[in-house]
């Protein structure tokens, strides 16, 4: 099984619509990042959290919010989807003591239409 | 903000061949990583580098990381088809990874 998780793997939305993306990570990592990838941009941080009651916002927070449920769970939210938004999402996750090793789910394709 | 530039953006390269990319930077960073993807998937990593002028290899793959802490190499000898995917290298500097914008590596045979 896969270390870390993504649902959904695709999603089309339309404009002002809320969407929650989820990322759930079995390898017992505390701290846990979203991106976003676009093409020919690489990827920017969007939110990170270093454990359940920390959450600090990237690079292009604007637009999105985080809950970090619980230490293996962090979800994004777009609480109104707009066509800019449509990227490709990544979670990912790095232990305490080693943030430079991130390991990052198989992301999640939103298009918002 | 940061930025990572990224060289080349893509190549095209013969099977057997070696391969040389780099990313440079106004700003010095604490670590150098390189990262590879492949279609559908997330990033993996490659080669992690921690101290100027560390020289880093696994396997056929070779990285540096520059002595003024602005630059990193990634070198991969003898190429072979499953090489083929997008390659990222990223640095930290604070908190998050900053990435450069990838160089899409295409491999004929």
């Known amino acids: 099984d896969a270390d870390v998780t993504q649902t959904p793997r695709n999603r089309i939305t339309k404009t002002g619509k809320r969407i929650m993306l989820e990322c759930s990570q079995t390898?017992?990592?505390?701290?846990m990042y979203w991106y976003r990838q676009d093409p020919g941009l690489g990827l920017q941080l969007i939110y990170y959290s270093f454990d359940v009651k920390d959450i600090n916002k990237g690079e292009i927070s604007d637009g999105y919010s985080v809950s970090r449920q619980a230490q293996a769970k962090f979800s994004l939210s777009l609480e109104s989807a707009i066509p800019n938004q449509t990227a490709l999402y990544f979670c990912a996750t790095s232990p305490a003591q080693g943030e430079d090793t991130q390991y990052f789910g198989p992301g999640t394709r939103l298009t918002v239409l | 903000g940061q930025q990572l530039n990224q060289s080349p953006q893509s190549m095209f390269i013969q099977e057997g061949e070696d391969v040389s990319m780099n990313c440079t930077s106004s700003?010095?960073?604490?670590?150098w990583l390189w990262y590879k993807q492949d279609p559908g998937e997330g990033p993996v990593l490659l080669i992690a580098?921690?101290?100027?002028?560390e020289l880093t290899s696994n396997g056929r793959l070779t990285a540096q990381f520059g002595i003024t802490r602005k630059d990193s190499f990634l070198n991969i000898s003898a190429s072979i088809p499953s090489d083929v995917g997008i390659y990222f290298c990223a640095g930290r500097r604070g908190v998050g990874l900053t990435f450069g914008k990838g160089t899409h590596l295409i491999i004929q045979p």
């Open positions: 390898k017992g990592h505390d701290r």
């Open positions: 700003s010095i960073f604490n670590t």
């Open positions: 580098l921690y101290k100027a002028g």
